[in-house]
């Protein structure tokens, strides 16, 4: 509670010394950002008892749900995490890939609003995109963390605004695919919260334990071919399959989370992505689909 009371006094003297100094304090906040889009994925770092936190944008949401791919060396922040706090940087320890006070997570919503009728790019309003820890190496393309599941319809509509909440400051706060910010004016540390021991607790007001993973000394492990300092795995949830053109994949129900591919970090700073594998049965389709194309050409070459 003292830790909110402070960290609003601080929002309002910032305020206040902006209106008393002459500058415009509107535009600071209501600024456009190319950089970014509601919908957007973003990768976000936060420490306990830290005073900097970080957003990163990693692209639409939509563009993980559909990838086949791995997608390696997305973007580096290895400067950003160890930076100055003075010149841009969060001032994390260089070692940060050791630290266990630091913590990461994914976020992304395209829209918070209750109207079920309608879809954009395959994913109804509240689709969530989520982070869980991993908890080991395991298979690369597979799960290896608790699928969030059983969110009711209150729980998605609070989820998708918390996440808003959080992520709409890259379009409030920055013109670029990065945020640097102090806890005074963050909502990161305020969507993932700690206990008294350090550790996250209910994220976004719907996710018990928190959604992020952490960092201790020594490798995570080799998953997809990266020798990992950390690894988490996005998750899928979709508030309602009602409207025409919702992409539904194999047993997703509203509320509950289908798995969308590992993210992984580097000692470096380098986020790559590791798709799913394809489940067998999907395996299955995609080879009775090559056989299918492959006896038609070779109808079509007889003729």
């Known amino acids: 509670m003292k830790n909110n009371i402070l960290k609003t006094a601080f929002k309002k003297s910032a305020l206040m010394a902006l209106a008393v100094s002459g500058l415009a304090v509107t535009p600071a906040f209501a600024q456009n950002n190319p950089n970014y889009a509601p919908g957007d994925l973003l990768l976000y770092f936060t420490q306990y008892n830290g005073t900097q936190t970080v957003l990163v944008n990693l692209g639409a949401a939509v563009s993980y749900r ?10 580096n922040i290895g400067g950003t995490l160890t930076g100055s706090t003075g010149s841009g940087g969060a001032g994390y320890s260089t070692t940060w890939y050791d630290d266990p006070t630091i913590f990461w997570g994914l976020a ?23 982070s869980a820890a991993r908890t080991g190496v395991g298979t690369a393309g597979a799960a290896q963390s608790g699928a969030w599941a059983g969110l009711s319809n209150g729980d998605m509509t609070t989820g998708a605004t918390n996440i808003s ?4 400051r890259l379009e409030n706060a920055s013109v670029t695919t990065m945020l640097v910010e102090s806890t005074g004016t963050s909502n990161v540390d305020n969507q993932n919260p700690f206990n008294i021991a350090g550790q996250p607790i209910t994220a976004f007001g719907i996710f018990p334990g928190g959604v992020m993973g952490s960092f201790s000394p020594g490798s995570f492990g080799t998953i997809g071919g990266v020798n990992a300092e950390g690894a988490v795995d996005l998750y899928r949830i979709l508030a309602t399959t009602n409207p025409s053109g919702t992409v539904i994949e194999t047993g997703d129900a509203a509320g509950d989370g289908s798995y969308q591919g590992t993210f992984v970090i580097t000692q470096a700073g380098s986020v790559s992505y590791i798709a799913p594998v394809p489940e067998p049965a999907t395996f299955s389709l995609l080879a009775a689909s090559v056989i299918v194309g492959l006896a038609r050409r070779r109808r079509a070459q007889r003729v």
Request: charged content about 15%; overall charge negative; cysteine-free.
């Open 66 to 75: 559909d990838a086949t791919a791995n997608q390696l060396n997305i973007v």
């Open 108 to 130: 992304g919503v395209r829209s918070a609003g209750t109207t079920t009728t309608t879809q954009v790019n395959g994913d109804p309003n509240r689709t969530l995109y989520i």
């Open 165 to 168: 909440s959080q992520d709409n």
